[in-house]
């Protein structure tokens, strides 16, 4: 089959075309012919085309799964996995696991995270998961520098509360 918008090759079933996401039309136009030795791959959990995984992969770094990683496991189809790690950071023996869980995850998503994200979550087209994912470095970034701003904002707070402190100490002549 291909598409009635842009005339690229259907995947038989699909209900959008993988490149330019338009919706498959009743009475798209069969394929001529189709290669005698075809390979086809097996299916995905997200119903995305398996034959595209390979461009997928080379789409570079994700800086969404580096970034927050816990949360982008919950919102790209791995929901048990990212709610696992993230309520083990609450348990307070397993928590400090978290400094070789926490970056190992990061780096393996930051490197594979493209590909994860097509395996299993449904998009429609290529661009739809690069804008996805670039959603979700932006996303990422502003989570850290907040996060960044409030731990500086801490230890100057912290600073000043401990001044106080010796301050009040030196006037009881402690």
């Not at 919706?23 to 097996?42: K, R």
Request: net charge negative; aromatic share 14%; hydrophobic share 45%.
């Amino acid at each position: 089959m291909r598409c009635s918008a842009c005339d690229s090759e259907l995947i038989p079933g699909a209900r959008y075309c993988t490149d330019c996401s338009a919706p498959v039309e009743e009475g798209s136009v069969p394929l001529e012919t189709a290669p005698p030795t075809a390979v086809s791959a097996a299916p995905l959990p997200s119903g995305n085309d398996p034959l595209r995984l390979e461009e997928v992969k080379n789409q570079g770094w994700n800086w969404g799964g580096f970034l927050m990683p816990y949360l982008w496991l919950t919102g790209h189809g791995r929901l048990t996995t990212g709610l696992l790690l993230l309520l083990s950071t609450t348990i307070p023996i397993v928590s400090f696991l978290h400094f070789i869980i926490y970056p190992a995850t990061a780096i393996y998503l930051g490197l594979n995270g493209f590909e994860n994200s097509w395996r299993f979550k449904p998009y429609h087209s290529v661009q739809q998961l690069r804008e996805s994912e670039r959603e979700w470095a932006i996303w990422g970034v502003v989570c850290n520098v907040v996060f960044l701003l409030g731990v500086l904002f801490f230890m100057v707070y912290l600073r000043a509360v401990v001044e106080e402190v010796w301050r009040a100490m030196d006037t009881f002549g402690w």
